[in-house]
């Protein structure tokens, strides 16, 4: 049925041509995980000119046909304004993650102490010190000192609260409900100690929330494994739990999610149960697998399409594939394995369905006995990682 999923651990399955749900299903039968079925952001309808609601009963549709019986969820993503809310809300929506991020100061880590004073003014000084400061014990997350504190309240002061007044709207519309806060798309990534402080405020401020997901070192880039030093993210990720256990009251998020195979034994480690992965795009990069197994002529097509179109959707994203570094297509299936490829054809999916949707969804109803396979190996590796405990 479909419910908010609270504390259990839990995986979101995006599926931006509402075809894929079968094959989610498959691969998590049997898993630890909780189901997001149903999971779009804001900017993921407006480039798949899908509605909330549509996204909602395609993922319902599937359900009731493989008979799934368990809890499921439906995830609102990276909701940015009080506007975004009601279409999500009618459509029945269980977990809303709200994205702050456009009101996250980046430039707070480097201001001079004169500017970092100026834009300090809004808060309160002997509130906060009296908080954060002259705290006895070493944790492990660090301490702050009055420059730290500062540097923080103004990264992360307004973002804060604007993520206080969303939830305190979905309160008065609705009940019963998952809620995260995601600050995974900022410039630059959040320290230990910025996470322990953006949960003491946001507790402080009275939001309820089940999962918070911060911006990790390295980069997570759509559809492809972590690019990054291992031993580090390993240590910081160790601190970043250390504030999870601290609080014990949410999970921590991981987006980007998708195939981050290097990454998933690390969280499995550090996170132990309270854990929620979201991955999307990667579907879409099996549908076209399908493709360039079976209808390779289309499958072309949308990657030559990507090849001109990446420049100009690529701006929304974090990626950093170059269109030079691309491999040539005699070999087909392996081009899908290939980095620079993957991000091409993943960040490009609004251009290729506005053009070719009619053609590829024909395609996948052909081959969905294909289709269906491939997600559910490619997913049943994610979440054979994320369960195994060293
Ligand atoms: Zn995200």
Redesign the pocket.
Known sequence: MLSPLGLSPSFGFGDRLGLATPGHIAAVRGTKFAPIFAQQSVRENTRTGRTPQQVMDDARRAVEAAGWDLPWGADAD?LKTLEDLPPFIEAGYTFFTV?PGEHVDNGADTYSLDVLKQKFVDSNWDELSALYLNQNSEQVWGHFDSESLMRATVKYGKAIRHAAAMFQRLCQMTDGFDFEV?V??TDSPTTPLEYFFIVSELRRLGVRFTSL?PRFIGRFEKGVDYVGDLDTLDAELVKHAAVTAHFGTYKLSL??GSDKFSVYPLIAKHWGERIHV?TAGTSYLEALRVLANHEPDLFLKIYSLGRERYEMDRRTYHVSAKLDMLPNTNDLPSALDDFHAREVLHVTFGSALAQFGVELKAALAKYETAYFEGLRIHFAKHLRLLEEQE
Do not use: G, L
Request: aromatic share 0%.
């Open positions: 990276h994205d995601s995974d798309e997901a987006h980007s979201k």
